[in-house]
């Protein structure tokens, strides 16, 4: 989809599925101003969720970052395309799914049936049997005869589109995709990692989000690994680095074998979006460590009958959302903590996610607390947002130069499990809201004011000034 002055593009693999239609249709929305009837009454669009797109609200400004610094992007203007698997046209893909009200869907899906898809590369082997029927728009020919060709399909793919769409921003590839079953194959480099893409021999566990990610490196577009397969490791995050893709490769690397190739700043991040249960956990056991308990057991279900839910009814993937899952808390080295998680699926409910979680800990004297939560919502609802400023974060950090690990960090609020540069970072969310609040006021400059203001109230003295600053460029 093309929209006149675009400062940033996003790349959606797996655009056919309710997270890609979804932002689709939400951006339209918007860019047009639309209003629909629901049951309590008229709505009108909005960017509610999207943390880069609302104003801040309270007191303290609290969350919302549109407004306080400038060069974020408008999400109404970014060009939105990508990849599926299925040739279902993508209005009517929104009518099957039954995420929006029919009085929206009704406005908009005739604009999005008119969108091109392109087919999708993908391995039967990497997802569960129940997406293989309708796998009818995928890669074929000489394009799909080896690794090397499938790769370098996905870069012509993103430099037509780029071309097509003049698109003049960053460029973010977010795999939004059925969950793959975890790759095999480990390399210890980004060397290692090109050979074995660039061997035609075919013999390597290299999953398709693998190519995603590698094609979208060597384009110089970040790469946002929206599902629990394990698309990260510490060769892709190193191919990744301006130092490894730089100009002057010696020819002795693999990165010479795949010239010409990007050398621009672009961004690995993941994994796993965190939308929705797994959000709350994470804040709802923050609350209980900030009151100086002791959680110790946290049993929870969710349930809904989407097609990634489908996807995960096959043991090979449910493994790789389960290791998501169950890891959200290592950081906090809670050793006695007992959790426990279970998914099932549903049909009947389609997208609409549900979830029931008991949280009990240790109060005063080992006495036990417990309390429940119970949420209603529709899964696509909660992921797009986190879509779409997992993009504009990253055209905003590429613009000011912002370092692989201060990127990762300030996202990893975005994720299950943040990986990469933001391994270990903190679960708690508002110490992750903090971390973003760090990384973009040094990003923006206004870390220096801080340190002025503070200097010119009496609050710090010049020497602690100077302290701060050192740090500041660290």
Not at 151 to 159: A, C, G, H, Q
């Amino acid at each position: 989809m093309m929209v006149q002055g675009v400062t940033a593009g996003i790349l959606v693999v797996g655009i056919g599925g309710n997270n890609g239609v979804t932002l689709l249709a939400g951006q339209i929305a918007n860019r047009d101003k639309l209003s629909w009837e629901t049951g309590p009454g008229r709505v009108s669009a909005n960017w509610f969720g999207c943390l880069t797109q609302i104003p801040p609200r309270g007191v303290h400004g609290g969350v919302g970052f549109q407004g306080r610094y400038e060069g974020l992007a408008s999400a109404d203007k970014a060009a939105i395309g990508g990849w599926d698997i299925r040739s279902t046209k993508l209005g009517q893909a929104l009518y099957d799914c039954r995420v929006l009200e029919p009085d929206l869907v009704r406005q908009v899906r005739e604009e999005m049936d008119g969108m091109d898809i392109m087919p999708g590369v993908w391995d039967p082997s990497f997802i569960g049997e129940s997406q293989h029927e309708t796998a009818l728009n995928v890669v074929s020919g000489e394009d799909n005869s080896s690794t090397r060709c499938r790769l370098e399909r996905i870069r012509r793919d993103i430099r037509m589109w780029k071309e097509k769409n003049n698109v003049d921003g960053h460029i973010t590839v977010i795999w939004s995709a059925s969950v793959e079953r975890p790759s095999e194959a480990e390399y210890k480099s980004a060397d290692e990692l090109l050979e074995a893409i660039y061997d035609d021999s075919n013999t390597d566990d290299i999953s398709p989000s693998v190519l995603y990610a590698a094609a979208s490196a060597l384009e110089g577009c970040s790469f946002v690994n929206g599902g629990s397969q394990n698309t990260l490791s510490a060769a892709m995050t190193s191919l990744f680095e301006q130092s490894y893709r730089q100009p002057d490769a010696p020819s002795t690397s693999a990165l010479s074998k795949f010239a010409p190739y990007s050398s621009c700043p672009a961004y690995c991040l993941g994994t796993d979006f965190k939308a929705g249960q797994t959000k709350f956990k994470t804040a709802a056991v923050e609350y209980l460590r900030a009151l100086g308990l002791s959680p110790r057991v946290i049993a929870s279900s969710n349930h809904l009958g989407n097609n990634d839910m489908l996807n995960l009814t096959q043991k090979k993937t449910l493994d790789a959302k389960m290791r998501v899952k169950s890891d959200i808390f290592g950081p906090w080295q809670e050793d006695d903590l007992d959790h426990k998680v279970s998914v099932m699926y549903t049909p009947y409910i389609g997208d609409e996610k549900r979830d029931y979680v008991e949280y009990t800990s240790f109060g005063f004297l080992s006495s036990p607390h417990t309390m429940v939560t119970y949420t209603r919502c529709m899964d696509s609802i909660l992921c797009v947002p986190l879509m779409v400023d997992a993009a504009i974060w990253c055209d905003y950090f590429v613009n000011h130069k912002v370092s692989p690990t201060d990127a990762a960090r300030a996202t990893a609020y975005l994720f299950k499990v943040p990986e990469g540069g933001a391994k270990g970072v903190d679960p708690g969310f508002f110490y992750q809201m903090k971390e973003l609040d760090n990384v973009m006021q040094k990003a923006s400059g206004k870390e220096d004011d801080v340190i002025a203001m503070g200097l010119s109230k009496g609050i710090i003295s010049e020497e602690q000034a100077n302290a701060l600053r050192a740090l500041s460029t660290m």
